[in-house]
């Protein structure tokens, strides 16, 4: 049993936390080669949240999780998703904000569509 | 002088760099009158976005100020660890080589096409913080023998100064010492130092080189003393390094109430009238000036002296009685313009206060008006300001009139801080004087333009000048409440001692808790302006602010050190933004049209030349502890693909 919607969140954040690993990691972003983020403390807030909205994603792409967690998940998922997009603008990490759309869009699916897929 | 003098000296003026012709660049500005513009045409507007990376250098020759440098010249420090770098250093490019001096004062010679080393020269400066709070180098100067002799050695000869004083003269085929120059091609410029020498006259800029003429000014800490050495500049042989002559900015009888006074910033060249243009700075201290008269003259001004005798011509002021460190930091920009059907002679000063003076360069008379007009007085026992100072209506001044007002933003991320702060000091406009409570300075002393001035198109008369927005605040501090204020930053804290004065000096940017400007963006832009009309064609933020990583918005541009260069087919190359990028821009519109990253602000000019038929421009990223703490030793050089 799972949940496409948090699929889809888990796949947007974890491509995003590839980008992000090399916003930090190279010299230049990733199809952004004016943007140098380098070991920058913003580049690792990238990281970092990505990461934990991968995590975030998967855990809401199933349904063993309590109601409680579930709700707070979703709410923190949604300032995540927001937050890093936002930090993807000022990285100047087009597709970093790309794919925090598709997180969103998971998002939405997974809030939107209670009934998980089987 | 004799007709063989005066012709000699007519064609030295014709084999002089007036301008940066046949695609070379031979001085700091590009060419003696500080034009900063390239006659190059094969990287255009419709191109420059095809503009790559042919090659990167790391001279090795880069310090932090906290780690010790991967590669060390010149005698270290206790612990190995030098004070950090500051290296704007305008690359050379004459004798088919790309010259550049280091912030650890040596000279490096590039082939121009790979940067592969042909040769380096080691000073062995001492690498310590002698006049300024890091290691500083603007590059050096190229000279080269009308005749030169066939199999004699140094016929063409590469200058470098340091921090401690010594002016190097080196072959610029081979990097050896030119044994004629100085004591075995090393002039001791302290020798000179013999009115209140304090700390050594540093060699920061390279000298100006016209015909076989060294003119050299230095650069001291007119913050720290009320007395110290007072400003004068030298022209020396070019061979030997013997003084031609000096002018005295201060009159002997001042000398035990004040100093400096001095020219440390680049210098322009007539050519063809001989005359010399120096910008010369305040007198010391900085920011408390009783004991300095008030009619004090040539201080704080534009001013041309004879090439050939170092006889004053003439004089502009524009800053009466310094308060705020304002000195006249950039060569004016020499170019003829079209005014009223006539061709009129010009100079353009760019200045700290946001001013542009476009005078008649032959007898120092403005083109556009100036106009003296009533200040703000000092409320400072026992200080005195002037009651007028100079001020310019046109062309329009390059930072607004009064500083532009709290910033929302940065006072609700503070709780109000910004608005509470600003309702304490003393405000009352442009040439607000320093105060006990308190003074916002607007412009202040890393406002308007810095020592890169501007640059101008020769045919149109189109000139382009960066520019800086910074509002600071100018707090004097009894004499015995300083000590204890001070123990806490030190002098790099903002603190000027002015030590033989009752005050000294805090100056703070005008910052919330947080890091963030209080004053409305944008921090930086670039203008342009038609010098026949005076008018402003254009006015764009420039530059971005990078903190943390987070580029802030473009309409928010960066405080801007460096300056730009035009080149013929109309770019605009300028590094100088705290966002570690070069960029070149459409001198017709202000409009980026391509943008790179570099390692650290490229707060140097960029050099733009030609090399077996092709052109390249390269900038140093050196970075300035002013724009951020970034620094770097890296060197790039960018042309279109092949």
Request: hydrophobic share 45%; proline share 8%; with cysteine.
């Amino acid at each position: 049993m799972r949940h496409d919607g948090g699929l889809l969140m888990a796949l947007g954040a974890g491509l995003g936390l590839l980008v992000a690993i090399w916003g930090f990691l190279m010299p230049t972003q990733l199809l952004a080669p004016t943007s140098a983020t380098a070991w920058t403390i913003g580049a690792a807030v990238s990281v970092a949240a990505t990461a934990v909205l991968f995590v975030a994603g998967l855990v809401l792409a199933g349904t063993a999780a309590p109601r409680g967690l579930n709700a707070f998940l979703l709410i923190g998922s949604l300032i995540g998703i927001l937050g890093t997009a936002l930090a993807g603008c000022l990285l100047e990490s087009q597709l970093l904000v790309a794919l925090m759309a598709v997180c969103l869009v998971g998002w939405l699916l997974r809030v939107l569509t209670r009934r998980p897929s089987f | 002088m004799t007709r063989s003098a005066r012709l000699a000296a007519v064609l030295l003026a014709l084999a002089a760099p007036a301008a940066a012709g046949e695609g070379t660049w031979q001085t700091f500005n590009g060419d003696l009158m500080a034009q900063k513009f390239s006659p190059l045409t094969e990287i255009t507007p419709e191109n420059v976005g095809d503009l790559t990376m042919v090659w990167k250098v790391h001279t090795g020759d880069v310090s932090d100020g906290v780690h010790r440098p991967t590669r060390m010249h010149g005698p270290a420090t206790a612990g190995g660890v030098v004070p950090p770098t500051v290296w704007s250093a305008t690359p050379l490019f004459a004798n088919d080589t790309l010259y550049l001096g280091t912030p650890f004062y040596r000279i490096l010679a590039l082939e121009p096409d790979t940067g592969k080393l042909k040769w380096s020269y080691d000073s062995h400066a001492v690498l310590e913080a002698l006049t300024q709070p890091d290691l500083k180098n603007r590059g050096v100067a190229y000279w080269a023998a009308e005749t030169p002799v066939a199999g004699l050695p140094c016929q063409k000869r590469i200058y470098l100064g340091t921090m401690d004083a010594k002016l190097h003269a080196v072959d610029a085929d081979t990097g050896k010492p030119c044994a004629d120059f100085g004591t075995a091609g090393v002039l001791d410029f302290n020798s000179f130092n013999t009115s209140h020498a304090k700390w050594p006259l540093s060699l920061l800029q390279p000298p100006t080189v016209f015909g076989d003429k060294l003119f050299v000014g230095w650069a001291g800490k007119d913050w720290a003393e009320a007395v110290d050495s007072p400003g004068s500049v030298y022209a020396l042989d070019a061979r030997t390094g013997a003084v031609d002559w000096t002018f005295d900015v201060l009159p002997k009888d001042v000398l035990a109430r004040t100093g400096t006074a001095n020219v440390w910033a680049s210098m322009s060249v007539d050519p063809q009238r001989h005359l010399l243009y120096i910008p010369v700075s305040s007198p010391s201290p900085n920011f408390y000036q009783a004991a300095v008269p008030l009619d004090l003259p040539i201080v704080t001004s534009v001013t041309a002296l004879d090439t050939e005798t170092g006889r004053l011509v003439w004089s502009r002021q524009l800053v009466h009685h310094d308060l705020w460190d304002l000195d006249t930091d950039a060569a004016p920009t020499l170019v003829d313009i079209d005014k009223d059907g006539a061709q009129v002679p010009a100079l353009v000063q760019s200045s700290k206060q946001g001013f542009l003076y476009v005078l008649n360069r032959e007898t120092g008379e403005p083109i556009y008006p100036i106009e003296e007009r009533p200040v703000p007085q000092t409320d400072v026992p026992g200080e005195l300001s002037a009651a007028t100072q100079p001020f310019v209506d046109r062309p329009a001044r390059v930072v607004p009139d009064r500083w532009p007002g709290v910033f929302p933003l940065a006072d609700w991320l503070s709780g109000g801080y910004c608005t509470r702060t600003a309702a304490k000091l003393r405000d009352e406009g442009s040439f607000t004087p320093p105060s006990v409570k308190g003074s916002i300075t607007y412009p202040a002393t890393v406002g308007g333009t810095e020592w890169g001035g501007g640059a101008v198109d020769p045919r149109s008369g189109i000139y382009v000048v960066n520019s800086s927005s910074v509002v600071q605040i100018y707090r004097l501090i009894p004499r015995d409440q300083y000590d204890d204020a001070a123990a806490r930053g030190g002098e790099t804290g903002g603190f000027s001692p002015m030590r033989g004065t009752p005050y000294g000096l805090q100056l703070t940017t005008f910052l919330n808790p947080i890091g963030m400007p209080c004053w409305k963006p944008p921090y930086g832009t670039l203008a342009a302006y038609d010098l026949k009309t005076g008018e402003r064609l254009w006015d764009v933020p420039f530059g971005q602010v990078q903190k943390w990583g987070f580029y802030m918005p473009e309409s928010w541009g960066s405080v801007t050190i460096g300056g730009p260069v035009i080149t013929a087919s109309g770019l605009i190359f300028a590094g100088a933004s705290m966002d570690s990028r070069v960029r070149a821009l459409d001198l017709r519109t202000g409009e980026v049209l391509w943008k790179a990253p570099v390692a650290a602000p490229a707060v140097a000019l960029p050099a733009v030349y030609s090399y077996q038929g092709r052109q390249y421009v390269v900038f140093v990223a050196g970075g300035n502890s002013i724009l951020s703490p970034r620094v770097s030793d890296e060197v790039v050089a960018y042309a279109l693909p092949r």
